[in-house]
């Protein structure tokens, strides 16, 4: 059996990205025939982003912040591309009745993983710097600035694969998020030798 790593997140900085840089596999993500512009990605994040920031700033308690920020992601990200990749190779031979299952479980495990984190953004804000043309995709970067922090970098990859514009995967500081939930969900199936259904029971408490 494949012996998987976990790696927790507990914050949305540079101590908590220090996972070290990962690498990934694009091709199997963005679409073939290129035909996002640069300008259209960059506008997406500008959008995404200026959402982001309110939620940040709004004041509000850390469930509804978890909520919105549920509804950002489903709103900006390219959630069913995301979630087979996490799934990895299990996701071939998953009904399509699991990988619908795993898909809105995935949805709702990364909004309340990652906006749990986003507590330490209050005061902070993301602006979007530059964007360019990579293969079939654009990687657009933008600066996270903390209180008391140095800024650091986040990427947003956007391609049009689904028919929309959408980001489908994010770097931070060099980390790969989508390639450490696909270590975390292996790491759960593997704990359950393999059943997707229980892993997905899993998820739907993690996070």
């Known amino acids: 059996m494949m012996i998987r790593t976990q790696t927790p997140m507990n914050k ?36 995404l982003v200026a959402d982001l920031n309110k939620i940040i700033s709004s004041g509000k308690s ?27 190779a299990d996701a071939r031979s998953a009904s ?13 495990y990364i909004a309340r993983k990652y906006g749990k984190q986003f507590r330490v953004f209050i005061g902070g804000k993301v602006v979007v710097k530059s964007s360019r043309k990579v293969k079939s ?12 922090q140095a800024p650091f970098e986040v990427k947003f990859l956007v391609s049009d694969k689904s028919g929309k514009d959408k980001f489908f995967n994010m770097f931070i500081e060099g ?8 270590t975390e969900i292996g790491a759960m199936l593997d704990k359950r030798r393999g059943n997707i259904d229980k892993m ?8």
Do not use: C, W
């Open 96 to 108: 399509s009745g699991q990988l619908r299952k795993f898909t809105k479980a995935f949805q709702g």
């Open 62 to 88: 850390e469930r509804s912040m978890i909520k919105d920020f549920e509804k950002l992601f489903a709103k900006y990200a390219d959630i069913p591309v995301m979630a087979r990749y996490a799934l990895g």
């Open 12 to 47: 949305l900085s540079r101590r908590g990205f220090s996972l070290g840089l990962a690498s990934i596999s694009i091709a199997a993500l963005a679409s073939p025939a290129f035909a996002i512009s640069e300008s259209k990605a960059r506008s997406l994040v500008d959008l």
């Open 175 to 182: 980390i790969n998020m989508l390639l450490t939930e696909r």
């Open 200 to 207: 997905i029971a899993d998820l739907k408490k993690a996070g």
């Open 137 to 148: 995709f654009i990687e657009v970067k933008s600066m996270a600035h903390l209180k008391g």
